[in-house]
């Protein structure tokens, strides 16, 4: 069953996801993935091709709706959260942080928690110039695009 219509949802979610290819393959094993969990309750005397594309389709935009959390997390605008302590614990529970060492997750917190002219106070805390700290933020945030392939 699979090598039969594995192809054609592959060229389904290609399509779906055209600037993504890594993102079209993990939602095509996604959606097999889910068939196999459930081979039990799925009749397949039944449209099994129809249950493919719709289970991919809302794979799909599943997908596209963390893709887009992430990337919100990652360009956010720190006016919007510098008063609100609740949002930035809440953004750095995600799992999109599981890249991180411990170090460079305390940093990242350290640096959005504190407002900017505390940020100064931040790079002292952890041995480093203004410049340098900057710098290791952004290293951060392009490790965790580059482990998301944004």
């Not at 459930?38 to 596209?64: C, H, M, P, T, V």
């Not at 990652?74 to 750095?92: G, V």
Request: charged share 35%.
């Amino acid at each position: 069953m699979t090598e039969q219509y594995y192809s054609e949802i592959l060229h389904y979610c290609q399509n779906k996801l055209p600037d993504d290819p890594n993102g079209a393959e993990d939602c095509t094993q996604e959606t097999f993935l889910l068939l196999y969990q459930k081979r039990n309750e799925i009749d397949f005397k039944k449209n099994i091709r129809g249950w493919l594309y719709a289970s991919a389709d809302r794979i799909i935009s599943n997908y596209q709706k963390k893709r887009a959390r992430i990337l919100q997390a990652l360009n956010f605008d720190m006016t919007r959260i510098e008063d609100s302590k609740n949002d930035l614990e809440q953004m750095f529970s995600a799992q999109m942080f599981d890249c991180l060492s411990e170090d460079d997750l305390h940093l990242l917190k350290a640096y959005y928690g504190a407002k900017k002219g505390d940020r100064r106070d931040v790079a002292k805390k952890y041995n480093l110039t203004l410049a340098q700290l900057y710098k290791k933020v952004h290293a951060i945030r392009d490790k965790i695009r580059e482990q998301y392939k944004f």
